[in-house]
Nanobody
């Protein structure tokens, strides 16, 4: 089983930016799509952003343009999520997820990281 290891979380002030990273434990892991999700206490898990192997990018419908930027290294071994101008409402546990299959019009995310805390103070 491939593990997804997140890093880069922590405490930031509103208006600051931060970048999360996700690295699959197996370098040769071939994924179809990588996604970032988040969950705040008492709320449902929310989709944040997705990038496909081919480079297609998607962000959540409620996200302001430019607020989240998803990207990968050139060798696609690490996936990043940049949060620009962080807001207190961005406070949540952020999860990295990987998909190796597509079904019923969606990527199936079967691999999940442990999650990493992001706290934005006002």
């Amino acid at each position: 089983q491939v593990q997804l290891v997140e890093s880069g979380g922590g405490l930031v002030q509103a208006g600051d930016s931060l970048r999360l990273a996700c690295a699959p434990s197996r370098r040769t892991f071939l994924w179809s799509a990588m996604g970032w999700f988040r969950q705040a206490p008492g709320k449902e898990r929310e989709f944040v952003a997705q990038i496909t192997w081919g480079g297609g990018k998607t962000t959540g419908a409620d996200s302001a343009e430019g607020h989240f930027t998803i990207s990968t290294d050139n060798d696609k071994s690490t996936i990043y999520l940049q949060v620009n101008s962080a807001k207190p409402e961005d406070t949540a546990i952020y999860y990295c997820a990987a998909s190796t299959s597509w079904r019923d019009g969606k990527y199936e995310y079967a691999y999940w990281g442990q999650g990493i805390q992001v706290t934005v103070s006002s």
